[in-house]
Structures are given as structure tokens and as C-alpha cells.
């Protein structure tokens, strides 16, 4: 079973690390993360030294990308912005090397009720099954104010 994440990020550098370690510790096969970042800003390397280049994770330059146009562009059904581009790139590119492909932001992580990603996507009540949605749990800031340096899972 093989289970790929897409993530697309910009100024995430601070939490990054904390959710490629989780979805690796989890058993996702591979995580493709398109780096949405400023030209001249913080780069996934500065964090990621340990991943990329690895199997696990592939960086997207996205660097600066973003859709420019005009409102009634915006507000027409044919407009979607730079993180649905990224999305279908990867879907396009990817779709036949995984039997799952979620997409998902830097500050979600996926929960598989203590199973690794193998286990709970090889459950037989998913034969058959093109699409799984999952809930939105929000925790709030537990009183903190300022930030504190250790990972967003014990936070």
C-alpha cells in the first residue's frame, strides 16, 4: 500500500520539520511538498536538510508563484489559485504510483486512530472506495502566548 501526501506551504518553515517527521512516523510512503515560499525568503532546505533528497520527500520549486488577476477573473467558476495548480500537478503527475494521494495543509496532520497509513488504508471498507474525507479536529493554543520551540504535537 502506498500513501502519498501533497502539501503546498509559504512562510511554514517554523513547523515544518515537526509535520514531515509525524506523516514519516506514521508510514506515508512519500510526501510531495511544493515550496510556495518568497524568492528571496526562507527556503525548505533551511529545515529540511534531513528529508530532502531522500525517497521520502520531493520539493516543488513554487517559489513566488501566484495568480494574478483581475476580480472578475477571481470570481468567475473558472479561477483557482495557486495551491489548487499545485494540487492538480501533483494529482496529474503522480496518480498512478500510489493508491492514495492526499492533500492537506502544514498545520494538519493526519490522525489514523494509532494505525500506520499501510494498516488503515489496506481496511477492506475502502474497496471500492475513490474519495475519503477526513474531519477537522481544531485545538486551540492551550494558553500559550509566545512561541515555544518544541513540536507542534506536544504544544
Given at each position: 500500500?502506498?500513501?502519498?501526501?501533497?502539501?503546498?506551504?509559504?512562510?511554514?518553515?517554523?513547523?515544518i520539520y515537526?509535520?514531515?517527521?509525524?506523516?514519516?512516523?506514521?508510514?506515508?510512503?512519500?510526501?510531495?511538498?511544493?515550496?510556495?515560499?518568497?524568492?528571496?525568503?526562507?527556503?525548505?532546505?533551511?529545515?529540511?536538510?534531513?528529508?530532502?533528497?531522500?525517497?521520502?520527500?520531493?520539493?516543488?520549486?513554487?517559489?513566488?508563484?501566484?495568480?494574478?488577476?483581475?476580480?472578475?477573473?477571481?470570481?468567475?467558476?473558472?479561477?483557482?489559485?495557486?495551491?489548487?495548480?499545485?494540487?492538480?500537478?501533483?494529482?496529474?503527475?503522480?496518480?498512478?504510483?500510489?493508491?492514495?494521494?492526499?492533500?492537506?495543509?502544514?498545520?494538519?496532520?493526519?490522525?489514523?486512530?494509532?494505525?500506520?497509513?499501510?494498516?488503515?488504508?489496506?481496511?477492506?471498507?475502502?474497496?471500492?472506495?475513490?474519495?475519503?474525507?477526513?474531519?477537522?479536529?481544531?485545538?486551540?493554543?492551550?494558553?500559550?502566548?509566545?512561541?515555544?520551540n518544541i513540536?507542534?504535537?506536544?504544544?
Amino acid at each position: 500500500m502506498k500513501v502519498a501526501l501533497c502539501a503546498i506551504a509559504k512562510n511554514e518553515n517554523r513547523y515544518i520539520y515537526d509535520w514531515v517527521k509525524y506523516h514519516k512516523n506514521i508510514g506515508i510512503s512519500k510526501l510531495f511538498l511544493y515550496d510556495n515560499n518568497d524568492i528571496n525568503g526562507e527556503t525548505f532546505n533551511d529545515v529540511l536538510s534531513d528529508f530532502i533528497g531522500s525517497e521520502f520527500v520531493s520539493v516543488i520549486n513554487y517559489r513566488g508563484k501566484h495568480k494574478k488577476v483581475n476580480e472578475a477573473v477571481a470570481k468567475s467558476t473558472e479561477y483557482h489559485g495557486t495551491q489548487q495548480d499545485a494540487y492538480e500537478e501533483c494529482y496529474k503527475e503522480h496518480n498512478k504510483e500510489f493508491d492514495w494521494i492526499g492533500f492537506i495543509d502544514i498545520d494538519e496532520y493526519l490522525y489514523l486512530y494509532n494505525k500506520t497509513a499501510e494498516d488503515f488504508f489496506s481496511d477492506n471498507k475502502f474497496n471500492g472506495v475513490d474519495v475519503i474525507q477526513f474531519n477537522w479536529v481544531c485545538y486551540g493554543d492551550s494558553g500559550k502566548v509566545f512561541f515555544e520551540n518544541i513540536p507542534v504535537t506536544e504544544r
